[in-house]
Nanobody
């Protein structure tokens, strides 16, 4: 059974950092692109980053480019999101999703439950 489990969220002050993890099980992570999504309070879920199956393609939303870094360790079946210079507007529920195939094409099949990130002083 396919499962994605996010961890690493929490409360952080503005300017701080967090590293989120997305642990995959029940399928072969190597074959699929993975995306990270964020849903801020009162807003729709948005895709903020994607990494292709082998890491050759990496995409970021303008709102996080230069501050967030996505990476993956296929041997550990885990994808990471390093978040630096956090801002209050980064607050939200962060979830990962597995794509339909190896490419970052904006089409996803399954999501994890998410982890809460709160940026506040």
């Amino acid at each position: 059974q396919l499962q994605l489990v996010e961890s690493g969220g929490g409360l952080v002050q503005p300017g701080g950092s967090l590293r989120l993890s997305c642990a995959a099980s029940g399928f072969t992570l190597n074959y699929y692109a993975i995306g990270w999504f964020r849903q801020a309070p009162g807003k729709e879920r948005e895709e903020i980053s994607c990494i292709s199956s082998r890491g050759g393609t990496i995409l970021y939303a303008d709102s996080v480019a230069g501050r967030f870094t996505i990476s993956r360790d296929n041997a550990k079946s885990t994808v990471y999101l390093q978040m630096n210079s956090l801002k209050p507007e980064d607050t939200g529920i962060y979830s990962c999703a597995v794509a339909q195939n190896e490419f970052c094409a904006g089409s996803y099949r399954d999501w994890g439950q998410g982890t809460q990130v709160t940026v506040s002083s």
